[in-house]
């Protein structure tokens, strides 16, 4: 078990130096840039447009910028008229910005009972601190949970939702 966590904390930490990570659906590293607070007013006009348009009563408060194997991304967040934050995150698709996730967090009460089931059923001593409800805008939906299973340190579990079928995902989603 030792020699577990030493490989996996090696692992954590050449993927988390060199800025790249293992992607699932892809099966290759991604070199990412890590994100970079950004200036609204530094922002493309376009980017802010298509935020506006997906969400026309988000007050934008913060954007965030990287780089992804060569692809820019920001992430546009900011609060609703309900007080609540959401956040925008986009990518250029066919030369266009393009929306690939709504964000936001949300309490254990309204994840989906498949959800907490699938996550209950695989860490039955799970204690939930943080849920983010990550929307792909294609009808799946990736809840992030942040918390710890008995006597771990804090980690994320992942649950994929596609279809009304819950999926306890082994390896990070990757938009």
Not at 3 to 20: E, N
Not at 63 to 77: A, F, P, S
């Amino acid at each position: 078990m030792r020699t577990l966590t030493t490989t996996l904390a090696f692992v954590v930490l050449v993927f988390g130096l060199s800025g790249c990570k293992p992607s699932p659906q892809t099966g290759h590293t991604v070199a990412a840039s890590g994100k970079q607070s950004t200036s609204i007013d530094g922002v493309p006009a376009e980017v802010l447009a298509v935020a506006k348009a997906a969400q026309p009563e988000l007050e934008v408060s913060e954007v965030e910028y990287e780089t992804r194997d060569g692809n820019e991304y920001y992430d546009v967040g900011g609060t609703l008229p309900d007080g609540s934050e959401l956040e925008l995150d986009m990518t250029m698709i066919d030369g266009q910005w393009t929306v690939v996730e709504t964000q936001r967090d949300i309490e254990m009460g309204t994840v989906p009972e498949t959800v907490a089931d699938a996550l209950l059923s695989a860490k039955p001593a799970w204690t939930t601190r943080r849920i983010i409800e990550s929307d792909q805008g294609d009808g799946v939906i990736v809840y992030e949970f942040f918390g710890s299973d008995g006597d771990q340190e804090e980690v994320k579990v992942e649950v994929k939702l596609e279809a009304g079928q819950a999926e306890l995902l082994v390896d990070e989603w990757i938009h």
